[in-house]
């Protein structure tokens, strides 16, 4: 099921249903924890997929503080890059996670640009384990992605890959404004 956005930033972005570490995009995002050593969820996921050498390469990082990036290669995945960004754990809405989850977008993006990705894949950050409200962090991520496109027109296409149809719904509700 894909839903593209009408409109100009969001013809660039596509939504899917899907797993993020099928895609072969310049860059994956990884929903990570301040460790960086991995974890469950689409982390889980994606150091399965890409394999040891990605722990190896983010034990060397040393950790990410909660809204900022980092940036690996992806080993086994499809994908040449992986983008670490840690996401707020969900308390309320009162400790600045809006605030955070957006920067986690604005991070990312800095990244993207620096290393001349063009295409990158998000899954939606803090909505599981972290369990920030999907509809909230979908309105977040279309905000931080339009005005990131406006920014970097040199990135060509952004992808939201969402697991399941609750995360998908969110998303082509946030894409439709
Ligand atoms: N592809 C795409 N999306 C996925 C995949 C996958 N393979 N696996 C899970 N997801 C989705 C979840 O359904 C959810 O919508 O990713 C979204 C983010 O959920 P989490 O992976 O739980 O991430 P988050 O809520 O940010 O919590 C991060 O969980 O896995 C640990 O190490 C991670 O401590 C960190 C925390």
């Not at 993020?20 to 050593?37: E, P, S």
């Not at 034990?59 to 983008?83: H, K, S």
């Not at 809405?93 to 989850?101: A, D, F, N, S």
Request: glycine content about 12%; some cysteine.
């Amino acid at each position: 099921m894909t839903v593209t956005g009408s409109g100009t930033c969001s013809d660039k972005i596509e939504v899917i249903q899907g797993d993020i570490t099928a895609l072969d995009v310049d860059a994956i995002v990884n929903a990570a924890n301040t460790r960086l050593l991995g974890g469950g969820g689409v982390d889980g996921a994606i150091h399965r997929a890409a394999g040891p050498e990605l722990l190896e390469e983010c034990r060397g990082i040393g950790g990410c503080p909660t809204g900022e990036a980092r940036i690996t290669r992806g080993y086994r995945l499809p994908a040449r890059w992986v983008i670490h960004t840690v996401g707020p754990v969900w308390s309320g809405g009162k400790r600045r996670e809006p605030e955070l989850l957006a920067s986690c977008y604005r991070s990312v993006f800095q990244i993207a640009s620096e290393k001349g990705i063009k295409t990158l894949a998000f899954p939606a950050i803090s909505t599981g384990a972290y369990r920030f409200p999907p509809d909230h962090a979908a309105s977040i991520a279309v905000q931080e992605t339009c005005a990131a496109l406006e920014r970097y027109p040199e990135i060509e296409k952004v992808l939201f890959v969402c697991f399941d149809s609750r995360c998908l719904d969110a998303y082509k509700k946030a894409l439709a404004g």
